[in-house]
Antibody, heavy 117, light 107 residues
Framework: EVQLVESGGGLVQPGGSLRLSCAASGFTLSTFWMSWVRQAPGRGLEWVANINQAGNKYYVDSVKGRFTISRDNAKNSLYLQMNSLRIEDTAVYYC???????????WGQGTLVTVSS | EIVLTQSPATLSLSPGERATLSCRASQSVSNYLAWYQQKPGQAPRLLIYDASNRAPGVPARFSGSGSGTDFTLTISSLEPEDFAVYYCQQRANWPPYTFGQGTKLEI
């Protein structure tokens, strides 16, 4: 069974940093495109970043230069390093497995990031 | 960036009724459109991919149609568990992948 478990969320001040983790089980993470998708409180879904099997990375413009997606194949885990956090980055962050030709087929339960002074 | 506009914002129906949700793209996405269901406090769930294909385990009462810029998600006969928020998402032209703003289906 495919499982994705996020961790690392919390309260951080504007300008601060946070590293999110997503532990995968039931499949080999490095053989799939993997994404981070966020949802601000009471708002819709926003794709943030993804990484493919070759390690190529893509980002939404609003986080370019501030966020970095990565993975650790040995730990079968996905990460999102978030620097220079802004109030508008406050959201639940989900990791999601992309299935080619389908979309976001599997999602974790999400981890809440709150940026506030 | 492709903008997806969903309508209506809120749809009020009763169990047993038919629901029709719309998603319109700012430019053609061919059939590269997916639909997701999200219940309060839960992660989204993939329902439909490539406009009309049901994801594994999705009941047959859910169907998708459309191509180009206009898409529809239909729930033929609403069950109590179907009341949720529904999002469309395109993968035709990325980055970024984009989502619609959602349609809340309420009793």
């Amino acid at each position: 069974e495919v499982q994705l478990v996020e961790s690392g969320g919390g309260l951080v001040q504007p300008g601060g940093s946070l590293r999110l983790s997503c532990a995968a089980s039931g499949f080999t993470l490095s053989t799939f495109w993997m994404s981070w998708v966020r949802q601000a409180p009471g708002r819709g879904l926003e794709w943030v970043a993804n990484i493919n099997q070759a390690g190529n990375k893509y980002y939404v413009d609003s986080v370019k230069g501030r966020f970095t997606i990565s993975r650790d194949n040995a730990k079968n885990s996905l990460y999102l390093q978030m620097n220079s956090l802004r109030i508008e980055d406050t959201a639940v962050y989900y990791c999601a497995r992309e299935v080619t030709g389908w979309g976001f087929a599997n999602w974790g339960q999400g981890t809440l990031v709150t940026v506030s002074s | 960036e492709i903008v997806l506009t969903q309508s209506p914002a809120t749809l009020s129906l009763s169990p047993g009724e038919r629901a029709t949700l719309s998603c319109r793209a700012s430019q053609s996405v061919s059939n590269y459109l997916a639909w997701y269901q999200q219940k309060p406090g839960q992660a989204p769930r993939l329902l439909i991919y490539d406009a009309s294909n049901r994801a594994p385990g999705v009941p047959a009462r859910f169907s998708g149609s459309g191509s180009g810029t206009d898409f529809t998600l239909t729930i033929s006969s609403l069950e109590p568990e179907d009341f949720a928020v529904y999002y469309c998402q395109q993968r035709a032209n990325w980055p970024p992948y984009t989502f619609g703003q959602g349609t809340k289906l309420e009793i």
